[in-house]
């Protein structure tokens, strides 16, 4: 295996050491300044206290000088700060799990050193999560009993060296049960958090639509009376114009709101709509379009039981938006036409054009992200906000549903809305169009 493999690989197992250490606190200067202090000091107690048991300086001055470059942290080089997490879990293994089991066996499992294994698991408990714990106690324990061997020692268990076990064993068990149950409440709170900061942003995003919408709403219908009202060809193209801006800047609201709106996936709050009154509203919002553009604009009849549907209003209705504007938009004359049926497990809302029509080999290449088909050159692919289809189908399937389209060009689009009016785990009825 070549250098540059190996080096693939650490760098690999380095990422993921990083990523999964960024989930959990890490108290790495509070642990630097209780080893820098703690393991010279202990030596000299222990030398004391314990006379002829085996003592190493050296191996708790590797501690100390890993504690330091821990305190120092902020000041490593850039290029090798993305290592400091490996080296917070080498530390605590060496400093830890290995070095107690090397002094351990080296003195005979005595009992002093035996009650120190106590302090040592309640350490490693207190500072890794339920993985890194068992993984660096695992590890470390046996490093330390082959470093123990290879230095010539011989292992010798005492008479109530079970007893031991089982209490380190004990010990190991009731601190991780409190472990897991802290973790369990961290998350928790984490949840209560993450929730209650969804519901601030969907209000927010809510009252944003509104209060942007109202005031060029009514731009829109004062531009469109003073169009309708105005002779002069001069004046009434400028008119245009401005009904065009608004009407630009409507897609673009309802792109942003779109884009927000599908950050948290989770944030999804369904009530029972009215089909048709969110159908209505959004004639009205396009309404100077379709009076600009002279198109027939037509909402089938919706009979009482196809009216209701329980879903989120804002994504509803923004999905709506997009996929009724883009019809209106690409449509020069002829007809829009809403259709709504339900089946009373699935709701399929159908929106279907006269306008240019859509590339065969486009018809999926319009769902991408910052895509679009430029209408001043029909069939040219065009990179720019291209976000509408996009975000309407993230937002149908975040709703159980999905959006698909028929397409001829030169003669219309049907693009077709299908949301679940039961639990998702329930079978859905096909699409027309796949039958």
């Not at 942290?73 to 107690?100: H, R």
């Not at 409190?178 to 973790?183: G, H, L, P, V």
């Not at 990179?383 to 698909?404: C, E, H, P, W």
Request: overall charge neutral.
């Amino acid at each position: 295996m070549s250098y540059m493999t190996l080096k693939q690989y650490f760098l690999k197992f380095n990422k993921n050491v990083d990523e999964h250490a960024k989930k959990f606190a890490h108290p790495y200067i509070t642990f630097a300044i209780f080893g820098i202090i703690t393991y010279p000091l202990f030596y000299l107690v222990w030398m004391v206290a314990a006379s002829g048991g085996y003592e190493n300086l050296e191996l708790r001055l590797v501690t100390v000088f890993l504690c330091v470059l821990l305190a120092l942290k902020d000041y490593w080089p850039n290029n090798y700060k993305k290592f400091f997490s490996l080296f917070w879990y080498i530390t605590l293994l060496y400093s830890l799990p290995f070095l107690f089991t090397f002094l351990l066996l080296k003195n005979d499992m005595s009992y002093s050193w035996s009650m120190n294994g106590i302090t040592v698991l309640v350490l490693s408990i207190l500072l890794l999560d339920l993985l890194s714990l068992f993984i660096i106690l695992t590890l470390g324990i046996c490093l330390g009993l082959i470093v123990f061997l290879i230095t010539g020692g011989v292992l010798s268990l005492p008479p109530d060296y079970m007893t031991v076990i089982v209490t380190y064993c004990s010990v190991l068990l009731f601190g991780t049960i409190f472990s897991y149950r802290k973790d369990q409440l961290k998350e928790r709170e984490k949840r209560i958090a993450a929730e209650a900061a969804n519901q601030a942003k969907s209000e927010f995003i809510s009252n944003m639509q509104h209060d942007l919408k109202t005031p060029f709403a009514g731009i829109s219908a004062v531009a469109m009376m003073l169009y309708e009202m105005e002779t002069d060809s001069d004046k009434k193209s400028l008119l245009q114009d401005l009904l065009k801006s608004s009407q630009q800047w409507e897609a673009v609201h309802h792109q942003i709101i779109a884009v927000l709106s599908i950050k948290e996936p989770q944030a999804v709050r369904k009530e029972w709509l009215s089909v048709s009154h969110e159908l209505d509203q959004i004639k009205d919002m396009l309404s100077a379009t379709i009076r600009v553009k002279a198109l027939d604009f037509y909402i089938a009849e919706i009979s009482n039981q196809e009216d209701k549907i329980k879903t989120d209003k804002l994504k509803f209705n923004l999905i709506l938006s997009n996929l009724i504007g883009n019809a209106i938009n690409f449509t020069e004359k002829g007809f829009v036409k809403i259709k709504v049926v339900n089946d009373g497990t699935t709701c399929t809302i159908q929106v279907i054009d006269t306008g240019i029509g859509i590339p065969e080999d486009k018809l999926d290449y319009i769902f991408e992200k910052f895509t679009k088909l430029s209408q001043s050159n029909k069939y040219q692919d065009f990179k720019g906000v291209g976000l509408g289809l996009y975000t309407s189908r993230l937002m149908a399937n975040q709703l159980g549903g999905d959006i698909r389209v028929q397409s001829k060009l030169g003669e219309g689009s049907v693009f077709t809305l299908t949301l679940p009016l039961q639990e998702k785990s329930e079978r859905q009825v096909p699409l027309p169009f796949q039958e």
